[in-house]
């Protein structure tokens, strides 16, 4: 998953004209408005994504790489890439292994409720992880897995809200930014 924002011709001018006679500072102001609008795309993803998701803060934030505008390069992102994450790191109910517990496991990945999963047991093989037996038999058994943080970070709802918080710190620090070299001038 990968949020780019990226500047046309018709920003650079728009800003250029609102500097006057200071144009050619234009993308200095662009690359610190780009990337302070990084900076808040980074921390916003965790906040709305843990709206719906029962995800961890921390797990969210270890898949998100910020890739920062420059004067001579008019674009900023934010990508977050990972694998699947293992149900035991949602809401479980009960948390612990019990060999002998005959209640349903019962598993929240969304705010919105649980769902019991038949035949999901807790074991605790290099830390306790959610299982599930492939057949009758003892053996095999494999790790049931969850969304990746891509896939949660994927949501319209969440995309939408992000790049509307985005653009509306875009458009604040770009005024911040000419205000305060105009300003300068000013006081020259």
Known sequence: MSMRITIDDAELQRIRQRLGELQHKAPNVIANALNRSVSNIKANVPKEVRK????KSADIKATLKDFKASASKLQAEVKSSGKL???DKFKVSPKTANPKRKSQLKI????NGTKQILGAFI???NGTKVFQRDGKARLPISRLMGPSV????GNEKIVNKINQDAYSTYETRTTHEINRLLSRMGAN
């Open 52 to 55: 719906d998701y029962h995800a």
């Open 85 to 87: 994450i293992g149900l």
């Open 108 to 111: 929240a990945v969304k705010k």
């Open 123 to 125: 074991a605790n093989i």
């Open 150 to 153: 891509p896939q949660m970070i």
